[in-house]
């Protein structure tokens, strides 16, 4: 079968593919991965496809092809809960994609999903519905070390950042507060959200003891001050011990070339947990 007999006759608002991730389908397909069609086409593509048996939505096939890998491949989110029922906020939620991840490994859990983004939001919730979950809060807002109202650039994927610098793709988010979500035990805190990482946890250091295990993509903006060394030592200072990995974003030579996407020279996976979390 081939990749043409997935597109359909009619296109409206972008092209709508939908196709079957189930292994049973793809052995008689040319492709081993069904995901591989979506390599063709542009970015910021709206789309359809399958997921789990459910229809899911995508905003971007480049995006959503590095995000699947990495959650429900190499499973980065991964972690032992201490109860059948844990509480998990994630903070940049996306399209959902962490989310569902999470659902499907504790379908008991309680997750609060933060996403500032008012076109991926509705993405977002179009997704969470279509798996009929319970138990998740989705709330349309970027987390900040204040409650007010932001300049938020819109990138279209999974980029979007807090940022007034930028003059195009520009509009206005509201914000909340970490703090007020960690007032129970946290069993796992996802943190990505685009160069805002260290004034949303500077800002509930306090209420960070209450949180077992911690994800935060750290974000370094080309010619802005790096705030790196002061992240690690507010983890370390709250308790936890830290392993560090790097994802997309690398430079092989980083003294000669520094390699730049979107404003950002650096990514890294900072990993945050308690030593009886974990067995050695």
Known sequence: MGWKSFIPTNIKDGVKLIFNIKAKSDSKSKHSNPYEILNLFPRFTPTETVLFDKKIKIVDSASFLFIFNEIFKKEIYKFRALNESPYIIDAGAN???????????FPNSEIV???????IFETLEFNIQSFEFNNITLVKKALWKEETELTFYHEGADGGRIDNSIKTNKTTVKTAILLKYLNKPVDFLKIDIEGAEFEVLSSSFNQLTNVHNIFVEYHSFAGKNQQLPELLQLLKNSGFRLYVSSPGLESPQPLLNIKTYEGMDMQLNIYGFRDENTTH
């Open 95 to 105: 399209i959902g994609l962490a989310s569902i991840y999470f659902k499907k490994l």
């Open 113 to 119: 999903a933060f996403e500032p983004d008012s076109t």
